[in-house]
């Protein structure tokens, strides 16, 4: 006997897993939105390259 | 046997009995409290750090609320008031609750450490650990004054929305989070006596289970007499001014008015007419907190005119 297609429980069930999904792609675009504010208003940030960076050496350093 | 029916459960969750363990009413008041601290504090915030920081404020809130949930299963089944909750329901199970609380707990926090700063993030994870292990596990179920301690629970948003913008804490903060805490004791013992038998069936010992009616009418009046030094003094520090100053003396007239109704009447007095001035002072001790915080906002939305602020 194949579940009755429309029963109460699916429609419960689908609710749960749509909320679930809701709120997890309500995260997501938070974190991007957080993440964008933080890089383009955030501190200068330089990550050793290969490249010479004086004004990343310190006082020691020289 | 693939009937349907053979593995229904009877109860089973839909996503809102989910969000009721969150217990979305008290966020509520937790939300509106941490945004006006964000929002009087001195320093400007990003709007999408500030949306985040009070988002992030309000699941760590609600996490707590689902851990209550699970270690409270008993009482609330017992109890008219949160008979209905997800768990004495059977829509949750116990275990479920915990799970749900213990991992928005974590990623509430983390969430506010990285989108704030860790002062902020700090001070929600000691307040989730009061709420659900000093409050729930232990003062409330051992001693009348669960209540007064267990307030500083519901006392520290405004002063985590202060942290959020400011990375410190400060006068101001601090007397934010004392006019909840001290307000806390005669909103919730104007409940206990109109609740009449709820907390006695459920064996909480609430002042007016343990000490008796008499003595708990005594203790609202002392504990608003407590409240309004705090409540007028705030008005004199940089979040307050003339509006709150105005406000605070009108509101706290107001509950010291209702606080000396209460404490005049008897049992009999209140039995009939069936509790009136307890479930007004009551509701307006709602009104006081929200006006109280409504006019710190105010004064913070009006000072850049030159109006608000002293």
Same mark, same amino acid.
């Given at each position: 006997m194949a579940f009755p297609p429309e029963h109460e429980i699916h429609k419960r069930r689908l609710g749960r897993n749509v909320g679930v999904a809701v709120t997890l792609g309500l995260f997501i675009m938070l974190v991007f939105a957080l993440t964008v504010v933080k890089v383009t208003r955030g501190d200068p940030m330089q990550g050793f390259d290969h490249t010479v960076r004086p004004e990343m050496t310190t006082e020691e350093d020289q | 046997m693939s009937d349907i029916r053979a593995y229904e459960q009877p109860g089973e969750a839909g996503f809102g009995d989910y969000v009721q363990l969150l217990k979305p009413r008290v966020m509520s008041l937790v939300v509106f409290t941490a945004l006006v601290g964000l929002l009087v504090a001195p320093v400007s915030v990003h709007p999408v750090i500030a949306f985040a920081s009070i988002l992030f404020i309000a699941l760590g809130?609600?996490?707590?609320?689902?851990?209550?949930?699970?270690?409270?299963?008993?009482?609330?089944?017992?109890?008219?008031?949160?008979?209905?909750?997800?768990?004495?329901?059977?829509?949750?199970?116990?275990?479920? !609750? +915990?799970?749900?609380?213990?991992?928005? &707990?974590?990623?509430? $926090?983390? =969430? #506010?450490?990285?989108?704030?700063?860790?002062? @902020?993030?700090?001070?929600?994870?000691?307040?989730?650990?009061?709420?659900?292990?000093?409050?729930?596990?232990?003062?409330?179920?051992?001693?009348?004054?669960?209540?007064?301690?267990?307030?500083?629970?519901?006392?520290?948003?405004?002063?985590?929305?202060?942290?959020?913008?400011?990375?410190?804490?400060?006068?101001?903060?601090?007397?934010?989070?004392?006019?909840?805490?001290?307000?806390?004791?005669?909103?919730?013992?104007?409940? !206990? +006596?109109?609740?009449?038998?709820?907390? &006695?069936?459920?064996? $909480?010992? =609430? #002042?007016?289970?343990?000490?008796?009616?008499? @003595?708990?009418?005594?203790?609202?009046?002392?504990?608003?007499?407590?409240?309004?030094?705090?409540?007028?003094?705030?008005?004199?520090?940089?979040?307050?001014?003339?509006?709150?100053?105005?406000?605070?003396?009108?509101?706290?007239?107001?509950?010291?008015?209702?606080?000396?109704?209460?404490?005049?009447?008897?049992?009999a007095m209140a039995e009939a007419d069936n509790y009136t001035v307890e479930k007004s002072v009551f509701r307006f001790s709602l009104y006081y907190l929200f006006l109280h915080f409504g006019a710190f906002l105010a004064e913070a939305a009006l000072r850049p005119y030159g109006i608000g602020g002293w």
């Open positions: - | 809130a609600g996490a707590s609320g689902a851990l209550n949930m699970w270690w409270d299963a008993d009482i609330d089944a017992v109890m008219r008031r949160t008979k209905s909750r997800p768990v004495p329901a059977g829509k949750v199970e116990a275990g479920e !609750a +915990l799970a749900v609380g213990l991992a928005l &707990s974590g990623i509430a $926090v983390v =969430m #506010l450490g990285l989108a704030a700063n860790w002062l @902020s993030a700090g001070l929600l994870a000691f307040t989730i650990f009061f709420y659900a292990v000093v409050y729930s596990m232990w003062l409330k179920r051992s001693t009348p004054q669960n209540i007064v301690i267990g307030g500083a629970a519901g006392a520290f948003p405004p002063m985590i929305g202060w942290a959020c913008a400011t990375g410190t804490v400060s006068i101001e903060s601090v007397l934010m989070f004392a006019l909840i805490f001290m307000w806390t004791p005669p909103h919730f013992w104007a409940l !206990a +006596l109109f609740m009449k038998d709820d907390y &006695s069936n459920a064996g $909480v010992p =609430m #002042l007016t289970v343990t000490h008796g009616r008499r @003595s708990t009418r005594n203790h609202i009046l002392v504990y608003t007499i407590l409240l309004v030094p705090v409540a007028v003094g705030t008005a004199f520090t940089s979040i307050g001014g003339p509006i709150y100053l105005a406000a605070a003396l009108a509101l706290n007239a107001w509950f010291l008015i209702g606080a000396w109704r209460i404490w005049k009447r008897d049992e």
